[in-house]
């Protein structure tokens, strides 16, 4: 057994090794931060010189720029209405839902989006149903017990007879 001074060394010798790492960890965090601002210098420096491309290709991979990020956000905007396909037929409907409701409650969201599948394979005569992730996100907003009774939808039809669904927006917005 160690006498009483001996566990009382070993104590405060924990003590110290746990300041020492806190330190160890406050030096890594500064290094850390200074390599953050030497890249910043040499994304300025780069830009100086006339080297555009590699600026711009730093400046992505640090994403620091604050008129980059928005540049960023609005050409993944354009992105997104790009990846859009072309329709060849394009609708909206209103989808009754009240149906799901004659279920038990805990099915109810899931047939909600079956009832919305098969009416837009009805009306559209298309092989394949899409829907987007915010008519998903509709459905589910209020759990599996209470989706809603109808649901206004946008459909486009593709020429190789898919159909894809999205909410509609509202008018008065």
Do not use: C
Request: no cysteine; hydrophobic share 30%; net charge negative.
């Amino acid at each position: 057994m160690l006498s009483e001074t001996e566990n009382i060394d070993r104590e405060k010798g924990g003590v110290e090794e746990t300041a020492g790492e806190e330190e160890k960890q406050e030096e890594s965090v500064a290094a850390e931060e200074e390599k953050g601002a030497g890249s910043e210098q040499r994304e300025q420096a780069a830009a100086e010189a006339g080297s555009g491309e590699k600026a711009e290709a730093e400046a992505e991979k640090g994403g620091e720029g604050k008129g980059k990020k928005e540049e960023g956000a609005a050409a993944e905007e354009e992105k997104k209405e790009e990846e859009k396909p072309k329709f060849k037929l394009e609708r909206d409907y209103v989808v009754p839902l009240q149906r799901v409701y004659w279920l038990g409650r805990n099915k109810r969201a899931k047939r909600a989006v079956r009832v919305l599948r098969e009416f837009v394979l009805k009306h559209t005569k298309a092989e394949r149903v899409v829907l987007d992730n915010e008519v998903n996100e509709a459905i589910w907003a209020r759990s599996i017990k209470r989706p809603p009774r109808r649901l206004a939808v946008h459909v486009g039809v593709t020429e190789d007879k898919k159909a894809y669904v999205y909410l509609k927006k509202s008018s008065s917005a």
